[in-house]
């Protein structure tokens, strides 16, 4: 079996893909807004020491969402866990929907607020149609 017939290997390519080439879909969740994947990970053959053979069921998971893909900041993980890790699961200070609601009618578009407060585009949009988001403690 080579490199290319495991699904590792796809796994650290479609990595790569997301975060370098513009032209791939969901590019702006990644590369688009500076996750990069570590010089380390150049080499698929690093990333399968580190990381080794992607179990079943199973997909890799940046620990912080935030945070590039390097040793150390992923994880193998479930779609349930991937679900309770992302950047729509946010907590907004109490000051921020009106904030948000603000630059909306300053004509900002959802995705430079969601930039600006870094989160997902659609924490923004719950925000703007009233619906409920977490309040820091």
Request: net charge positive.
């Amino acid at each position: 079996m080579t490199n290319k017939q495991t699904s590792s290997y796809g796994t650290w390519s479609a990595m790569r893909r997301r975060c370098r080439n513009p032209n791939t879909v969901r590019y702006e969740r990644y590369g688009g807004r500076g996750i990069k994947v570590c010089e380390r990970w150049d080499s698929f053959a690093n990333f399968f020491a580190d990381m080794g053979e992607k179990p079943a069921g199973m997909s890799i998971d940046r620990i912080d969402v935030n945070g590039n893909y390097e040793p150390g900041n992923c994880r193998w993980a479930t779609a349930t866990e991937q679900s309770q890790n992302n950047n729509s699961n946010v907590k907004l200070e109490p000051h921020e929907p009106a904030q948000i609601r603000w630059l909306s009618a300053e004509g900002f578009s959802g995705a430079e607020i969601a930039r600006f407060f870094g989160v997902g585009k659609s924490t923004v949009s719950r925000v703007l149609r009233g619906r409920s988001w977490t309040v820091a403690a």
